[in-house]
T-cell receptor, first 119, second 111 residues
Framework: GAVVSQHPSRVICKSGTSVKIECRSL??????MFWYRQFPKQSLMLMAT?????????EQGVEKDKFLINHASLTLSTLTVTSAHPEDSSFYIC???????????????FGQGTRLTVV | ELKVEQNPLFLSMQEGKNYTIYCNYS?????LYWYRQDPGKSLESLFV???NGAVKQEGRLMASLDTKARLSTLHITAAVHDLSATYFC???????????WGAGTKLIIKP
């Protein structure tokens, strides 16, 4: 079963409104989660690294005031797209990896993705 | 600059044929991952390769890793239509758990 759960899977919102996407790790504590954006027919683009209890680390070119990330607990990170516009329409995917050492726990788990359409 | 290059980016093949997707990377790493993505869906983990010379097989797919050559391959044997998808490789940057992604290979297998 899924170890990372992402909701909602699909959302349509009006331009100017805000949308919150949740990412939960179900059976482990994730001190670090990743938020990706994927444009059609392209690879994943890392937006930011979400760190539990501290500020997220944003990649170059990603507006932190537009894409608010909160990682308030070890099992939940949220991405809020503020004042959404049609160009924000995309597929957003979160990811989490089990912390700790050892090669057994290196796999990255992905949420189901969120298809955001801003109209 | 850290780069992960996949080729080909697009592959159309007939059922029953064999083919290989290549993943070259520019940084030192001994951890590489292969994922499958179906249209409109998220990523499904296929293989986790954790050491030089690692080879893993699952059904008609086989992945290998050569860390000295900084090359991983995903080999498809006797392809079937159900394997049509986009395949991504990703290289591990251990310092912060970040993955560096290839551009993806869109595979279409015609019946």
């Amino acid at each position: 079963g899924a170890v990372v759960s992402q909701h909602p899977s699909r959302v349509i919102c009006k331009s100017g409104t805000s949308v919150k996407i949740e990412c939960r790790s179900l059976d482990f504590q994730a001190t670090t989660m990743f938020w990706y954006r994927q444009f059609p027919k392209q690879s994943l683009m890392l937006m930011a690294t979400s760190n539990e209890g501290s500020k997220a680390t944003y990649e170059q070119g990603v507006e932190k005031d537009k894409f608010l990330i909160n990682h308030a607990s070890l099992t939940l990170s949220t991405l809020t797209v503020t004042s959404a516009h049609p160009e924000d329409s995309s597929f957003y995917i979160c990811s989490a990896r089990r912390p700790g050492g050892g090669k057994m726990n290196t796999e990255a788990f992905f949420g189901q993705g969120t298809r955001l359409t801003v109209v | 600059e850290l780069k992960v290059e996949q080729n080909p980016l697009f592959l159309s093949m007939q059922e029953g044929k064999n083919y290989t997707i290549y993943c070259n990377y520019s940084t030192t790493s001994d951890r590489l991952y292969w994922y499958r993505q179906d249209p409109g869906k998220s990523l499904e983990s296929l293989f986790v390769l954790l050491s030089n010379g690692a080879v893993k097989q699952e059904g008609r797919l086989m992945a290998s890793l050569d860390t000295k050559a900084r090359l991983s391959t995903l080999h498809i044997t006797a392809a079937v239509h159900d394997l049509s998808a986009t395949y991504f490789c990703a290289v591990d940057i251990r310092s912060n758990y970040q993955l560096i992604w290839g551009a993806g290979t869109k595979l279409i297998i015609k019946p």
